[in-house]
């Protein structure tokens, strides 16, 4: 829960670790690969390893940060995963709900999970909702993803195994795209990222590219045509209270 060294966000937050593959790109996962470390290394929240596991102790450590922050949600896991069960998912959402001085991003490859929850689950304006669509053949989870209530709906088209010559934006607003990185990593070519980025400039939303990727993501770099693109999307003007400060408006 230190700061991240993910280019998107800045700080990560994991009440729920542990995870299972579910498509392509699950194949060469970094939170698997860094939970087996870390759990050679002794730390008592890896204990299992991979395996799914809730960590009553981290819920409400976002409420202890009293400066704002981006906070990325579960990096080590999936909220939304088939046996994360429904009341520790509305207690993570209560949290980031008390919590409202920060921004939460939430990342699933469950879109189906998450839209049958969805009308269970008070949207707080600060969440960040996202799918993780890596090839054509799961941009089902963007159907999935625009059904939810989330104020902020977002794609994190990483790691991209493949083109998405006709991406649905309506209603999203961010994508990310990033190619894979670490000893295995599968190439991604640069003529399917420009194809994301100009569909993204018609529909005006706003473009992240993480990274090229591959063994050495260091030495390949972030640019794209010489520039970098970190766009993010507007977060909503009530993000911006601090804990104990009541919106002008709200005081008598």
């Given at each position: 829960?230190?700061?991240?060294?993910?280019?998107?966000?800045?700080?990560?937050?994991?009440?729920?670790?542990?995870c299972?593959?579910?498509?392509?790109?699950?194949?060469?996962?970094?939170?698997?690969?860094?939970?087996?470390?870390?759990?050679?290394?002794?730390?008592?929240?890896?204990?299992?390893?991979?395996?799914?596991a809730?960590?009553?102790?981290?819920?409400e450590?976002?409420?202890r940060?009293?400066?704002?922050?981006?906070?990325?949600?579960?990096?080590?896991?999936?909220?939304?995963?088939?046996q994360?069960?429904?009341?520790?998912?509305?207690?993570?959402?209560?949290?980031?709900?008390?919590?409202?001085?920060?921004?939460?991003?939430?990342l699933?490859?469950r879109?189906?999970?998450?839209?049958?929850?969805?009308p269970?689950?008070?949207?707080?304006p600060?969440?960040?909702?996202?799918?993780?669509?890596?090839?054509?053949?799961?941009?089902s989870?963007?159907?999935?993803l625009r059904?939810?209530?989330?104020?902020?709906?977002?794609?994190?088209?990483?790691?991209?195994?493949?083109?998405?010559?006709?991406?649905?934006?309506?209603?999203i607003?961010?994508?990310?795209?990033?190619?894979?990185?670490?000893?295995?990593?599968?190439?991604?070519?640069?003529?399917?990222v420009?194809?994301?980025?100009?569909?993204?400039?018609?529909?005006?939303?706003?473009?992240?590219?993480?990274?090229?990727?591959?063994?050495?993501?260091?030495?390949?770099?972030?640019?794209?045509?010489?520039?970098?693109?970190?766009?993010?999307?507007?977060?909503?003007?009530?993000?911006?209270?601090?804990?104990?400060?009541?919106?002008?408006a709200?005081?008598?």
């Amino acid at each position: 829960m230190a700061k991240s060294a993910i280019e998107w966000t800045e700080s990560t937050w994991n009440p729920l670790t542990g995870c299972t593959k579910i498509s392509p790109g699950c194949k060469h996962c970094y939170a698997e690969r860094m939970a087996k470390r870390l759990q050679a290394m002794g730390q008592p929240n890896y204990v299992r390893g991979f395996e799914l596991a809730m960590h009553e102790h981290v819920l409400e450590v976002p409420l202890r940060w009293r400066k704002p922050r981006v906070v990325f949600v579960n990096s080590m896991s999936d909220l939304f995963h088939e046996q994360a069960p429904e009341l520790f998912i509305q207690r993570v959402f209560d949290v980031m709900r008390r919590a409202h001085w920060h921004s939460f991003q939430v990342l699933t490859k469950r879109a189906a999970r998450l839209e049958r929850l969805s009308p269970n689950i008070e949207w707080p304006p600060n969440v960040w909702m996202g799918v993780s669509v890596e090839s054509q053949r799961y941009a089902s989870r963007i159907d999935h993803l625009r059904r939810t209530d989330a104020s902020i709906k977002f794609l994190s088209l990483e790691p991209l195994l493949g083109p998405l010559p006709h991406l649905d934006l309506d209603g999203i607003d961010w994508v990310i795209v990033g190619g894979e990185s670490g000893p295995r990593a599968r190439p991604m070519r640069k003529s399917w990222v420009l194809e994301i980025r100009d569909q993204c400039r018609v529909a005006a939303v706003p473009f992240f590219f993480k990274q090229w990727g591959g063994t050495n993501k260091k030495k390949a770099g972030r640019l794209l045509d010489g520039q970098v693109w970190d766009e993010m999307p507007e977060r909503p003007r009530a993000q911006e209270q601090r804990p104990g400060h009541l919106p002008v408006a709200t005081i008598a």
